[in-house]
């Protein structure tokens, strides 16, 4: 019976992904190769992890969905219905896409021979195609024609986005895990420049989500805010907006307080504050993510008018 996995799984999913593209993007884009080689390995040891549960959750949730249509858990019922999804459907075919660039990463990541920036290259590009598949597993493809094209692209801004965040927050808490742990001025360091980075990319993060999230909201309910109130689902999607604008105020917290107060103590050479005041931002800005993405995966089985 795994049809109660489906939430908790497409979570899973959402985190597994997420991370698999967001963690070597923010190491190809950011920290680059040759700073940290150690932090670089760690970080791209996470990514085949997550790589891993992304393709657990998707075996899980494939099977979960099935059961639920079948009534069932009678394997043999169940498998059929898998049977039927893999081969004769959208979700299907882009579910066995996904698993196929789950399994090369995989590949990749264990590969001693490629250079870690190569490999950040690669595990990102193939996290991207796999956590773009997700937006043929929700309301993304509920749209038909062109709206419904435009929809899928507006859902894939909207997953690349939000992976792009999780991964640099996870990188982030890496790197000021082992700076505070050794306190050495070349971790140190490293957090400072991936911190104010991470300030210029968050801008262009948040823009996409916004843009992309309301479009979304129009596709899916209209242009009409009662959507928000009337429903399990608006109230949710509400909770979710609430939940974001806190994290836009740790964000900017982090870019204009706590970056810059990181630089300032770098020069003082007296960090162990500066460090833990952005552990403990950057612990609950990954907190508030994930909530986000626990509600985001229950909306997507529910129904928007109900
Ligand atoms: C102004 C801000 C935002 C708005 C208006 C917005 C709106 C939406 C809407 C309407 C959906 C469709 C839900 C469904 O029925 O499946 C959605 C999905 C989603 N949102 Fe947001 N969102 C915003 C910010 C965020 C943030 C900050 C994150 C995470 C960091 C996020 C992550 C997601 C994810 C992962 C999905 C599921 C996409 C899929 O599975 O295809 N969103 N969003």
Redesign the pocket.
Known sequence: MLDGLLVPGRLAL?LGL?LAFGVPLFVWRVVGGNTAPHIVHRALRVASAATAVGLLASVTVLWAMAEAMSGSSDPGAVWSVVHTLLTQTTVGITWDLRVVFLLVSLGLGLAAALKERTRAVALSSLGAVALAT??W????AMSDGAAGWLHLGV?IA??L??GA??GALATLTLIAKTASRHAGREAMALLSSAATGFAAMGTLIVAV??V???L??IL??GPTLSGLTGSL?GRL?LL??GL?AT?LVLAAANRFRLAPALEQALRDDDTAGAVSALKRSLYFETAL?TS??GL?AW??T?N?EG
């Open positions: 959402y997420m997700l937006a597993a929700g309301h993304g859902d909207h997953l986005a939000a965040w999780l989500l916004v992309s999230g309301m979304n909201y899916i309910i689902y999607l979710k907006l974001f994290m993510v986000i993405l985001v909306l997507g529910l928007p």
